[in-house]
């Protein structure tokens, strides 16, 4: 979830801050070049007031003509030595009156020509296009010379503009640098929101996980968070607790009617013992009796084993794995050979995290499931390996297997494939397995064995970090 939300809070702030950054730069760009532009036309207006006081060079009138289109030339020579701008005054037909550098004259076309045939209009340069940093072009500012009140020629500036895209450059980087630091101080601002807003997201998923395989003391604990994630949580614990309730009502429920039933059937177990040495030896039904009652003992039994192995805390511990299913293997080893069946183990040394004794109680019903269904002549093999943090027993049986349909009920209460009805048991031992396993952190699982036959995973931790 953090992967999804973090980038979705990178994006709208990175937005936001390039909605304030763009026209900040925008706006600089513009205060630059009309700090410029207010410059170029003070000093338009100054050569313009100078050209005044020169007359037409037709005009024979005055003997100081000459005098003062020199001090005009000598101004704007002045001008363009120290600053570098071209600046010129010149008459309507386009003759210069005066200009510096000598031989920049009036072009035909282009913005200086635009500007000067504004100013000819009696309208002084006030808004020229925006220059931007990666534009190599010059500023031009033109200003009509007005001699009783008709324009006679114009003063018109052309600019570099060098520095003042240098200044606009310099400005956008500082800009950059500023959204930077706020883009890094958002990010770390969001980090922080996400972390606080999924930290108790993250630990109800993990006390969810560790209820959903059979840790069900587990509860979320206290954190920080939204008022709604902290009253979840609270809600969550309450759930977990009535749930937990429920499920130890059940298995006391289970264990004691199966103790409580015990007795009763043991009597009549008894009870049918005697009636049967009074009747004909070999009668059907006192036997079929005798069998049925047996089997039901056989069940009461198992619900009490399974009501202990949902209720017990398991005693967990370093184990060696490899030699405790050895040893299961030498212990039934007598059992498959009276039937026929080649019981091996591969179990080299491995230590895993498990409960010695309910380990060993899984391994006893997963190779008693494994000989009883497979049939004389056959194998079953045990083989102990690891891989990362777990250590695997399989048992593999070339019996007859079960369907792609079975697979998926096998393990289930009470439950036993059609096929094998007539083969002693209650249905109740996977179950048991399976109960045993998780209470440790492990787990057991079921497959197609090639050619034929079933293979059983059982699966512990490496070590007590890996639950």
Same mark, same amino acid.
């Given at each position: 979830?953090?992967?999804?939300?973090?980038?979705?809070?990178?994006?709208?702030?990175?937005?936001?801050?390039?909605?304030?950054?763009?026209?900040?730069?925008?706006?600089?760009?513009?205060?630059?070049?009309?700090?410029?532009?207010?410059?170029?036309?003070?000093?338009?207006?100054?050569?313009?007031?100078?050209?005044?006081?020169?007359?037409?060079?037709?005009?024979?009138?005055?003997?100081?003509?000459?005098?003062?289109?020199?001090?005009?030339?000598?101004?704007?020579?002045?001008?363009?030595?120290?600053?570098?701008?071209?600046?010129?005054?010149?008459?309507?037909?386009?003759?210069?009156?005066?200009?510096?550098?000598?031989?920049?004259?009036?072009?035909?076309?282009?913005?200086?020509?635009?500007?000067?045939?504004?100013?000819?209009?009696?309208?002084?340069?006030?808004?020229?296009?925006?220059?931007?940093?990666?534009?190599?072009?010059?500023?031009?500012?033109?200003?009509?010379?007005i001699r009783d009140g008709?324009?006679?020629?114009?003063?018109?500036?052309?600019?570099?503009?060098g520095q003042m895209r240098?200044?606009?450059?310099?400005?956008?980087?500082?800009?950059?640098?500023?959204?930077?630091?706020?883009?890094?101080?958002?990010?770390?601002?969001?980090?922080?929101?996400?972390?606080?807003?999924?930290?108790?997201?993250?630990?109800?998923?993990?006390?969810?996980?560790?209820?959903?395989?059979?840790?069900?003391?587990?509860?979320?604990?206290?954190?920080?968070?939204?008022?709604?994630?902290?009253?979840?949580?609270?809600?969550?614990?309450?759930?977990?607790?009535?749930?937990?309730?429920?499920?130890?009502?059940?298995?006391?429920?289970?264990?004691?009617?199966?103790?409580?039933?015990?007795?009763?059937? $043991? !009597? %009549?177990?008894?009870? /049918?013992?005697?009636?049967?040495?009074?009747? &004909? =030896? *070999?009668?059907?039904?006192?036997?079929? #009796?005798?069998?049925?009652?047996?089997?039901?003992?056989?069940?009461?039994?198992?619900?009490?084993?399974?009501?202990?192995?949902?209720?017990?805390?398991?005693?967990l511990q370093v184990t060696?794995?490899?030699?405790?299913?050895?040893?299961?293997?030498?212990?039934?080893?007598?059992?498959?050979?009276?039937?026929?069946?080649?019981?091996?183990?591969?179990?080299?040394?491995?230590?895993?995290?498990?409960?010695?004794?309910?380990?060993? $109680? !899984? %391994?006893?019903?997963? /190779?008693?499931?494994?000989?009883?269904?497979? &049939? =004389? *002549?056959?194998?079953?093999?045990?083989? #102990?390996?690891?891989?990362?943090?777990?250590?695997?027993?399989?048992?593999?049986?070339?019996?007859?297997?079960?369907?792609?349909?079975?697979?998926?009920?096998?393990?289930?209460?009470?439950?036993?494939?059609?096929?094998?009805?007539?083969?002693?048991?209650?249905?109740?031992?996977?179950?048991?397995?399976?109960?045993?396993?998780?209470?440790?952190?492990?787990?057991?699982?079921?497959?197609?064995?090639?050619?034929?036959?079933?293979?059983?995973?059982?699966?512990?931790?490496?070590?007590?970090?890996?639950?």
């Open positions: 979830m953090r992967t999804r939300l973090l980038p979705l809070l990178i994006v709208l702030m990175a937005a936001v801050l390039l909605a304030l950054g763009v026209p900040l730069a925008v706006s600089l760009a513009g205060a630059q070049q009309q700090r410029v532009v207010v410059d170029r036309i003070d000093d338009t207006a100054r050569f313009a007031a100078l050209a005044q006081f020169v007359t037409e060079p037709s005009d024979p009138a005055g003997g100081d003509v000459d005098e003062r289109r020199e001090t005009l030339r000598s101004e704007l020579s002045s001008y363009h030595d120290v600053y570098g701008i071209r600046a010129g005054v010149f008459y309507r037909n386009d003759s210069p009156m005066a200009h510096a550098p000598e031989d920049w004259y009036l072009p035909r076309t282009g913005e200086v020509r635009a500007a000067f045939q504004e100013a000819l209009l009696s309208r002084r340069s006030h808004d020229p296009q925006q220059v931007w940093p990666w534009e190599r072009r010059s500023l031009v500012v033109a200003s009509p010379v008709d324009v006679v020629a114009v003063v018109v500036t052309d600019s570099p503009t240098s200044r606009i450059l310099k400005g956008w980087l500082v800009i950059a640098a500023g959204e930077a630091a706020a883009m890094l101080l958002a990010v770390g601002a969001a980090l922080r929101l996400t972390g606080w807003v999924l930290r108790p997201v993250r630990i109800l998923d993990a006390t969810t996980h560790d209820i959903a395989t059979g840790r069900l003391k587990s509860r979320v604990a206290a954190a920080g968070g939204p008022p709604e994630l902290r009253r979840l949580a609270r809600s969550f614990n309450e759930m977990a607790d009535n749930v937990e309730n429920v499920l130890e009502q059940q298995r006391a429920f289970v264990a004691d009617a199966s103790h409580q039933l015990r007795n009763p059937l $043991s !009597a %009549l177990l008894l009870r /049918i013992e005697l009636l049967a040495l009074e009747l &004909p =030896e *070999g009668n059907e039904e006192i036997a079929s #009796v005798q069998a049925e009652g047996k089997r039901l003992a056989q069940v009461l039994d198992d619900l009490l084993d399974l009501a202990l192995a949902e209720h017990s805390e398991p005693q060696d794995i490899g030699a405790l299913a050895a040893e299961r293997v030498a212990a039934w080893a007598p059992t498959a050979e009276a039937k026929g069946v080649r019981l091996t183990g591969d179990c080299p040394p491995t230590t895993g995290w498990a409960d010695p004794v309910a380990l060993s $109680s !899984a %391994l006893d019903a997963v /190779i008693d499931n494994a000989v009883k269904f497979t &049939p =004389e *002549g056959e194998s079953v093999e045990v083989t #102990v390996g690891s891989n990362g943090d777990t250590v695997s027993v399989v048992v593999t049986d070339n019996g007859p297997g079960l369907t792609d349909e079975e697979l998926t009920r096998i393990g289930d209460r009470f439950w036993r494939s059609g096929r094998h009805q007539n083969i002693k048991g209650s249905g109740l031992g996977l179950s048991i397995t399976r109960a045993l396993l998780a209470a440790g952190g492990g787990s057991i699982t079921y497959d197609h064995h090639e050619p034929h036959g079933l293979k059983v995973t059982v699966m512990v931790p490496r070590n007590g970090s890996a639950r």
